[in-house]
């Protein structure tokens, strides 16, 4: 990372919200206006759920070629891509990189009484037998893997498809990304506590919502 230590050095574009610095190392297109996208994630959001992020790098980083995402958090930083569709495309990968910040600072609240686990699982098992029944050949693992699998991954994306994929888990999941595994899962579900329908997270994955819930509220 000494590229990136080198650039922060020298980046005119810098900004401290929050007690985190954040580094823009290559320009944003689109109008977007930064300072407001970050005022407006680290309010929302409670400060004491941001402790355990350190830094933000906007730029171009090989470690989304490596990985094919545009947003990562690795070792206490958020790297965000500075190619952005519009401000809420922006928001959107932030918050979605604080939810895996916040999974790594509180695991044992989230994971430890295995009732998330539980509730995505059987998720997964009631999705493998609707693909079944569509004529898909998944692999057995889905109904009992909770961890990423890069076969997996591959399969519902380019075999089956993430259009198939919203169709036959509308109601069941938030999204197909949120399939992939039970971190992201969590993550998709953070966003939506965050920016989108809380009624409907409540609706459709209560346990989830009551782990945010309770996370939202911790120093109450």
């Known amino acids: ?12 574009n810098h900004l401290k919200i ?3 610095d954040i580094f823009i190392l290559k320009p944003l297109g689109n109008n977007i206006d930064v300072e407001k996208c970050f005022n407006m994630i680290f309010h929302s959001i409670p400060d004491y759920l941001t402790t355990g992020i350190d830094v933000i790098y906007i730029g171009d980083f090989d470690i989304f070629k490596e990985r094919e995402v545009n947003a990562v958090f690795k070792d206490g930083g958020i790297y965000i891509s500075n190619e952005q569709d519009n401000e809420i495309d922006m928001i959107d ?3 979605h990189e604080v939810a895996h910040g916040v999974e790594k600072q509180y695991q044992i609240n989230i994971y430890d009484d295995g009732f998330l686990a539980k509730e995505f699982l059987g ?6 037998s609707l ?3 569509e004529g898909y050949d998944v692999d057995p693992l889905f109904k009992i893997k ?4 890069r076969e997996i991954d591959d399969y519902l994306y380019r075999d089956v498809g993430y259009p198939t994929l919203w169709t036959l ?9 949120s399939m992939t595994s039970l971190s992201e899962y969590f993550a998709i579900g953070f966003e939506h506590y965050y920016i989108s329908d809380r009624k409907y997270l409540k609706e459709i994955c209560p346990i989830l919502y009551s782990k945010i819930e309770n996370l939202n509220h911790l120093e109450d």
């Not at 990372?1 to 005119?12: C, S, V, Y």
């Not at 909770?146 to 699998?149: A, I, L, P, R, V």
């Open 123 to 128: 998720k997964r098992r009631r999705l493998f």
């Open 1 to 12: 990372m000494q590229w990136i230590t080198e650039n922060a050095n020298q980046a005119n």
């Open 146 to 149: 909770t961890e990423f699998s």
């Open 18 to 20: 929050n007690d985190i």
């Open 131 to 133: 693909l079944r029944a």
């Open 169 to 177: 888990a509308t109601g069941l999941f938030l999204s197909p990304y």
């Open 93 to 95: 990968d932030v918050i």
